[in-house]
């Protein structure tokens, strides 16, 4: 089977190497000319583990093309797969100017039946939207078949969860294009994936249900966190005892600086939005966001409490992507922290295994570092802020001795408290080791 993809970010990216991967012609289209180019040449402009090495093997076995020709990618094509960005308006919900621009593309070149495929995240009745578009755009009447396939992956284990999700989501009305994309995804069937099969709103509204659910677990360890600090309790064991309740669940539940990224922020904000033009008040949405915001900001008092005011300090920060194994700092907690470090004055320092490039551009006046013992030279404190590998097994008499004195913000709770004051550090983490006010 011949499919296209259009856009190539971190989802068009992965489902063309993955579906390749499967044996399709794969033909990915993005209207970045300089990404192109780049991959052509099987360089992968993300940082995603094993996805170069993907990219590469299905470039030189002729089943993965890129090109900034719209046409090629939908003319050869049964299946036509949407994953442009949908990001964030003014007003909070989803921009679809990408996701409809391509649409009307689809439809001037369109020579015959096909399926198109939305895997943007997009909001509830959306596809029927692209129908419509698509519908009058047509030069002559040709059949076609809109499916809403919403993706799961995450980043850093986008190549696994491809191949083995928890789920395939496959909204439409149509049986030829429930066919045609079950034979698509046939490896997946294979491997018993569950198949869920609906109309389109469903499925769009699975997506958006799915992540408000997880952002909402975050939000709502959170805020246990935070009353731990208050009265007492360790969060780390009562997140473990929560999670081996089976109708809970142990995802989920680490409490932190919250959830950043560049889905849940905007979907639930996209959720939230469509809710209420519909006068639904959903209160639950709304207080999720906003005990997430207020996250960074209690992060920050953490830090005030043990350095005082932080001006002309030195703080240095391990980690700059939303979470570990991607390059991608969109909506990154770590960043918003960073900001508010420098709103309160503070001198940074920074490091990042992967996304130091994404993030020059973006933060000024902040000293970029080799790796975690140079950012720790000369600073007042350290703040753990993302949890990649590379940090959880420091070399902590180094890190002390380093440290102009020796201050541990732990925002991701990587290390044991009793071990890390043991070693003479003043240890601050989330949820942990309070002393109860009386
Ligand atoms: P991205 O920004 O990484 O990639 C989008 C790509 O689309 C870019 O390369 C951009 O150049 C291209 N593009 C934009 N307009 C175009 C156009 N008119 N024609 C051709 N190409 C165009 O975005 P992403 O993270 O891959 O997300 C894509 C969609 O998938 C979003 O709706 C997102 O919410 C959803 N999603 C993302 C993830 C994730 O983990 N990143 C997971 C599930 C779903």
Redesign the pocket.
């Known amino acids: 089977m011949n499919i296209g993809i259009?856009?190539?970010?971190?989802?068009?990216l992965v489902t063309g190497a993955c579906f390749a991967e499967f044996g399709v012609q794969v033909t990915c289209?993005?209207?970045?000319a300089q990404?192109i180019e780049g991959l052509k040449k099987g360089i992968v402009p993300?940082y995603e583990p094993g996805l170069e090495e993907l990219v590469r093997k299905n470039i030189r076995n002729h089943r993965l093309m890129f090109t900034t020709d719209?046409r090629q990618a939908v003319e050869a094509a049964l299946v036509i797969f949407i994953?442009?960005?949908?990001p964030p308006r003014g007003d909070g919900l989803a921009d679809l100017s990408?996701v409809e621009?391509?649409a009307q593309a689809i439809a001037e070149r369109l020579d015959g039946y096909k399926v198109i495929a939305l895997?943007?995240?997009?909001p509830v009745g959306t596809g029927d939207r692209l129908r419509a578009i698509i519908s009058q755009r047509l030069k002559e009447q040709i059949d076609f078949d809109i499916v809403s396939n919403?993706?799961?992956?995450?980043?850093g284990s986008?190549i696994e969860d491809f191949m083995r999700p928890n789920r395939v989501v496959i909204g439409a009305t149509s049986p030829q294009a429930i066919a045609i994309l079950r034979d698509l995804y046939r490896p997946l069937y294979l491997i018993d994936t569950p198949f869920v099969i609906t109309d389109n709103r469903t499925a769009e509204m699975i997506k958006y249900a799915s992540n408000a659910f997880l952002a909402t677990k975050i939000s709502f360890i959170n805020e246990v966190a935070n009353l731990c600090e208050k009265v007492g309790g360790d969060i780390h064991m009562i997140a473990k005892a929560m999670g081996l309740d089976g109708r809970i669940g142990p995802k989920f539940l680490h409490p932190g600086p919250g959830f950043g990224?560049?889905?849940f922020p905007?979907?639930i904000k996209a959720l939230n939005q469509l809710a209420s033009e519909k006068q639904y008040d959903f209160k639950l949405l709304r207080a999720v966001i906003e005990v997430n915001d207020n996250q960074r900001v209690l992060m920050l008092d953490k830090i005030k409490k043990v350095l005082g005011p932080l001006k002309n300090q030195t703080v240095g920060v391990l980690g700059l992507s939303y979470k570990p194994n991607t390059d991608?700092i969109r909506e990154s907690p770590a960043i918003d922290l960073i900001r508010l470090l420098q709103e309160e004055r503070a001198r940074l320092k920074v490091y990042d295994p992967a996304a130091m490039e994404a993030a020059k551009p973006i933060l000024k006046q902040v000293v970029f570092c080799s790796g975690p013992y140079e950012v720790a030279k000369g600073a007042d404190a350290i703040v753990l802020a993302t949890e990649w590998n590379e940090f959880r097994n420091l070399d902590l008499e180094l890190l002390k001795q380093s440290l102009k004195q020796p201050i541990f913000v732990d925002l991701r709770n990587v290390y044991d408290p009793a071990k890390m004051i043991s070693l003479g550090f003043h240890y601050v983490g989330v949820g942990r080791a309070a002393i109860p006010s009386a």
């Open positions: 259009i856009g190539t970010g971190y989802v068009g289209m993005d209207s970045n990404k993300i719209i994953a442009v960005g949908t990408s621009a391509v895997k943007s995240t997009v919403p993706e799961f992956l995450r980043e986008a990224g560049s889905c905007k979907d991608d």
